[in-house]
């Protein structure tokens, strides 16, 4: 037994020297990694865990006035809003936050208890027009899970042809109306103000967080701009008429 376990001395050594060197090889490789994890790429991956859980968004400012040279209005915009309701599947949350919503918002649908019922756990339910009650700010009413607001303008003009032809047209491009020609083109550094902006942190099924809402940015709206004697002008009473910049846009804001 003595001489046998002798023998096998030098193989348990061995097979002992080999685990070590196989320990010793992967912890050296968990430490590199660690040490590029933390040293070399830290900013590279912080910025994309980031990235992956704050969500930044903009709310477009009301584009301004074109009048004439005697002040009269030639060219206006209205905002519009969109609200989209993801109803909780149950009756309690969605009743809760039905609630919530009449308190914050004003000529919305009169639903029964069986209308809630019956659009549990809807996706994206859509309630066109929406107007926010007067002590309702855009953040409130996003506040409530599962409510989000689409922005978008309506660019109204005169209805007298020659000037409407001068004044131009404007198209919305990421929620903003922009000019793309006449004077709504040249004007447009002027008119166009400057958007709000926020940044929200989402959770892991990407959706926001209301509590982590911060404000980056606060909207200018764009400044009117008298036009020059060179523009046609409006003489008479005029009529209006509406002219919408495009398809609603999506955005969070009022």
Same mark, same amino acid.
Not at 110 to 132: E, M, Y
């Given at each position: 037994m003595t001489e046998q376990a002798t023998a096998n001395a030098p193989h348990a050594s061995r097979r002992t020297r080999f685990l070590l060197a196989v320990f010793l090889f992967w912890g050296t490789v968990v430490v590199v990694k660690l040490a590029q994890l933390m040293l070399i790429n830290r900013d590279q991956y912080l910025t994309e865990m980031t990235r992956r859980s704050v969500y930044v968004g903009h709310i477009p400012a009301r584009r301004g006035?074109? =009048?004439?040279?005697?002040?009269? %209005? *030639?060219?206006?915009s209205s905002?519009?809003?969109?609200l989209l309701w993801d109803v909780p599947p149950d009756i309690v949350s969605a009743s809760r936050d039905w609630h919530l919503l009449k308190t914050a918002c004003k000529e919305l649908p009169?639903?029964?208890?069986?209308?809630?019922? &019956?659009?549990?756990?809807?996706? #994206?339910?859509? *309630?066109?027009?929406?107007?926010?009650? !007067?002590?309702? #700010?855009?953040?409130? =009413?996003? @506040?409530?899970r599962g409510v989000?607001?689409? #922005?978008?303008f309506a660019r109204h003009y005169c209805s007298a042809p020659e000037v409407v032809l001068? *004044?131009?047209? %404007?198209? =919305?491009? &990421? $929620? +903003?109306?922009? $000019? %793309? !020609? $006449? @004077?709504?083109?040249?004007?447009? @550094?002027? =008119?166009?103000?400057?958007?709000? /902006?926020?940044? %929200?942190?989402v959770d892991k099924h990407g959706e926001w967080i209301p509590e982590t809402w911060r404000k980056t940015d606060e909207l200018r709206p764009g400044f009117d701009v008298h036009l020059p004697a060179s523009y046609? /002008?409006?003489? /008479?009473?005029?009529?209006?008429?509406?002219?919408?910049? !495009?398809?609603? +846009?999506? +955005? @969070?804001?009022?």
């Open positions: 006035r074109l =009048l004439d040279r005697d002040g009269r %209005v *030639l060219a206006w905002r519009h809003l969109r009169v639903w029964s208890g069986d209308d809630i019922r &019956d659009r549990l756990g809807t996706r #994206s339910c859509v *309630l066109d027009d929406v107007t926010l009650r !007067s002590v309702t #700010s855009p953040e409130q =009413l996003m @506040a409530i989000r607001l689409e #922005s978008y001068a *004044l131009g047209q %404007v198209t =919305l491009i &990421d $929620g +903003a109306e922009v $000019g %793309v !020609s $006449g @004077a709504e083109k040249t004007h447009d @550094a002027l =008119l166009r103000g400057r958007p709000s /902006s926020y940044r %929200v942190m046609p /002008s409006v003489y /008479s009473i005029p009529t209006w008429s509406r002219k919408p910049s !495009s398809t609603p +846009a999506a +955005a @969070a804001g009022g």
